[in-house]
């Protein structure tokens, strides 16, 4: 079996030897350039989506409640009672 010291150790030397590299400036252009890319774009987070969902959600109902009291006010007294 692997000893997982091992295996650390070579994870370890090989993220060294990538930041040392090229391909650490490749990644941190590739990032900066999607950041840029969805900056640009009319997105908004997962939490502020939540949000408006919620709020939504409390209109929706609240309208529910008003069409129903809208009802009740419009319509003709019971003449029976």
Avoid: H, W, Y
Avoid at 57 to 73: F, S, Y
């Amino acid at each position: 079996m692997l000893d997982p010291r091992i295996l650390e150790e070579l994870g370890a030397r090989l993220g060294g030897l990538i930041a040392a590299s090229p391909a650490a400036d490749i990644d941190k252009n590739a990032r900066a350039l999607l950041a840029s890319f969805f900056s640009k774009l009319d997105l908004v987070s997962r939490e502020e989506f939540d949000i408006q969902t919620q709020v939504l959600q409390r209109t929706r109902e609240k309208l529910k409640a008003l069409e129903l009291r809208l009802e009740q006010l419009e319509s003709p007294p019971d003449p029976s009672a």
